[in-house]
Nanobody, 118 residues
Framework: QVQLVESGGGLAQPGGSLRLSCVAS????????MGWYRQAPGKQRELVARITSGGSTLYADSVKGRFTIARDNALKTVYLEMSSLKPEDTAVYYCNAVSAISSRYAFWGQGTQVTVST
């Protein structure tokens, strides 16, 4: 069982920046593919960015060039650096972990709210 705890959300102005962190416990962090998802009110949860256990990254088109995902296996932490924020980035952001060995083992954090507004 893996527990994921997100932090770093809050209020940002358009054009501003935020950094989200997700700390994992209870598993071997390095074997998990990690992802950030978001869900805006009335919308489905969508993938924002993903980083594999080997360090390969994938981004949604809507955040390419603005967001950066990174991981620190020693700290069991995955980060999402968000810049040039837009109001449409407003959502609850969720951390996700999926074992690279078996996708049966998938876990979610509780989410952190990001609001981009003047």
């Amino acid at each position: 069982q893996v527990q994921l705890v997100e932090s770093g959300g809050g209020l940002a102005q358009p054009g501003g920046s935020l950094r989200l962190s997700c700390v994992a416990s209870g598993g071997i962090f390095s074997i998990y593919n990690m992802g950030w998802y978001r869900q805006a009110p009335g919308k489905q949860r969508e993938l924002v960015a993903r980083i594999t256990s080997g360090g390969s990254t994938l981004y949604a088109d809507s955040v390419k060039g603005r967001f950066t995902i990174a991981r620190d296996n020693a700290l069991k932490t995955v980060y999402l650096e968000m810049s040039s924020l837009k109001p449409e980035d407003t959502a609850v952001y969720y951390c996700n972990a999926v074992s690279a060995i078996s996708s049966r083992y998938a876990f979610w954090g509780q989410g952190t709210q990001v609001t981009v507004s003047t």
